[in-house]
């Protein structure tokens, strides 16, 4: 499912037109980016929850060449599902 298919799906769901979807979700989005960026996690219960995590330094290699490349340390974005979300997905 791309963005357009959950706008129209969410859009006859809610009963609203598929501009006011595509702008609640736009915004829904856009605060869940913003809020991750400056450090802080968003909760949904009952769907999961997006946070950050850290990777460290490392030495890697070009896969080319074979030659040893600096890797350096950096944000990771993590999601979390939910425990209605993994059972949704596992049938229980």
Do not use: C, H, W, Y
Request: no cysteine; charged share 25%.
């Amino acid at each position: 499912m791309n963005k357009q298919e959950l706008i129209d799906i969410v859009s006859l769901k809610t009963g609203t037109s598929k501009l006011q979807t595509s702008e609640t979700l736009d915004a829904l989005l856009e605060v869940i980016k913003k809020s991750v960026s400056s450090g802080d996690s968003v909760q949904l219960i009952g769907f999961g929850s997006f946070g950050t995590g850290n990777r460290e330094a490392r030495t890697g290699r070009n896969p080319k060449t074979g030659e040893a490349i600096k890797i350096p340390a950096a944000k990771t974005i993590k999601f979390t599902a939910g425990k209605a979300f993994k059972d949704a997905v596992n049938n229980r």
